[in-house]
Nanobody, 123 residues
Framework: QVQLVESGGDLVQAGGSLRLSCAAS????????MAWYRQFPGKQRDLVAR???????NYADSVKGRFTISRDSAKRTSYLQMNSLKPEDTAVYYC?????????????????WGQGTQVTVSS
């Protein structure tokens, strides 16, 4: 059973910083792309940042220059460093990953979500 567990969400003042972490566990062979999404109330989840297994990153325009995604493959963990936070960054942040693992005796790559972590930025 593969699980993604996020941590690091908190209440912070505008201009402050937070670091989110996402740790993957289970019978994992390999993790391909790891990503962070966020969801505003009543809206769909939107991509914030993505990092491939080779280290290629891409970001939503709204966070470029302020957020940095990284990963530690040995620890099976991704990070989202968020600087210069704005009230409009307030959302639930979700970790996402494409995980290769054994499923019923065969190797497959499936997509997983974490449970979400709340980030609130006060003005």
């Amino acid at each position: 059973q593969v699980q993604l567990v996020e941590s690091g969400g908190d209440l912070v003042q505008a201009g402050g910083s937070l670091r989110l972490s996402c740790a993957a566990s289970g019978n994992i062979l390999r993790i391909a792309t790891m990503a962070w999404y966020r969801q505003f109330p009543g809206k769909q989840r939107d991509l914030v940042a993505r990092v491939t297994s080779g280290g290629t990153t891409n970001y939503a325009d709204s966070v470029k220059g302020r957020f940095t995604i990284s990963r530690d493959s040995a620890k099976r963990t991704s990070y989202l460093q968020m600087n210069s936070l704005k009230p409009e960054d307030t959302a639930v942040y979700y970790c996402n990953a494409d995980v290769q693992a054994y499923y019923s005796g065969s190797v497959r790559t499936l997509n997983y979500w974490g449970q979400g972590t709340q980030v609130t930025v006060s003005s």
